[in-house]
């Protein structure tokens, strides 16, 4: 899957790391205070960028994502989500909505991560609704990239993890 016509390009920064390249390296700290690098991991990863803690579309991909994480551990998926909001945001709602992946903060430098993978919206101050499959050596092996008002299918998700093989 490449970009939907619903992004914004000319919000981004940089255009979105693209399928095939290495994925940037990066350390960012939990809703729980620890640092999470999991690119360097050496296991595959789902980074899923979302722009707003709380809202009612993050809300919704993220709980979706809690429903079927047990399909991920399974394969062995590292699952981080991803925002601009602080660790405190954060953990405030991975304990409302029960949450058990990572949830990392991207808040200082703010953004510095979504910029780097291209999907940072310098119009909302936010991460773009991007989603990026990232195989253990560090190819990302596929993305999904929605506007910042449509929601992203969890099973556009699942049905990714194939391309890891």
């Given at each position: 899957?490449?970009?939907?016509q619903?992004?914004?390009?000319?919000?981004?920064?940089?255009?979105?790391?693209?399928?095939?390249?290495?994925?940037?390296?990066?350390?960012?700290?939990?809703?729980?205070?620890?640092?999470?690098?999991?690119?360097?991991?050496?296991?595959?990863?789902?980074?899923?960028?979302?722009?707003?803690?709380?809202?009612?579309?993050?809300?919704?991909?993220?709980?979706?994502?809690?429903?079927?994480?047990?399909?991920?551990?399974?394969?062995?998926?590292?699952?981080?989500?991803?925002?601009?909001?602080?660790?405190?945001?954060?953990?405030?709602?991975?304990d409302?909505?029960?949450?058990?992946?990572?949830?990392?903060?991207?808040?200082?430098?703010?953004?510095?991560?979504?910029?780097?993978?291209?999907?940072f919206?310098d119009?909302?101050?936010?991460?773009?609704?991007?989603?990026?499959?990232?195989?253990?050596?560090?190819?990302?092996?596929?993305?999904?990239?929605?506007?910042?008002?449509?929601?992203?299918?969890?099973?556009?998700?699942l049905?990714?993890?194939?391309?890891?093989?």
């Amino acid at each position: 899957m490449g970009i939907d016509q619903v992004v914004d390009l000319q919000a981004l920064t940089v255009p979105p790391v693209a399928e095939g390249s290495h994925a940037p390296r990066f350390t960012l700290r939990s809703q729980h205070g620890e640092d999470v690098a999991p690119i360097a991991a050496g296991r595959p990863a789902l980074l899923v960028f979302f722009p707003f803690a709380f809202s009612s579309i993050c809300s919704a991909e993220l709980l979706d994502l809690e429903q079927y994480h047990g399909a991920f551990k399974a394969a062995d998926v590292h699952v981080v989500a991803i925002s601009c909001d602080p660790v405190y945001a954060l953990r405030a709602m991975a304990d409302a909505d029960d949450l058990t992946f990572s949830l990392v903060s991207d808040f200082w430098p703010h953004g510095e991560v979504a910029r780097t993978y291209g999907c940072f919206d310098d119009t909302t101050g936010a991460a773009q609704r991007s989603s990026f499959l990232v195989r253990p050596d560090g190819e990302v092996c596929w993305s999904l990239h929605r506007g910042m008002a449509e929601r992203r299918s969890v099973q556009d998700h699942l049905d990714a993890l194939p391309r890891l093989a």
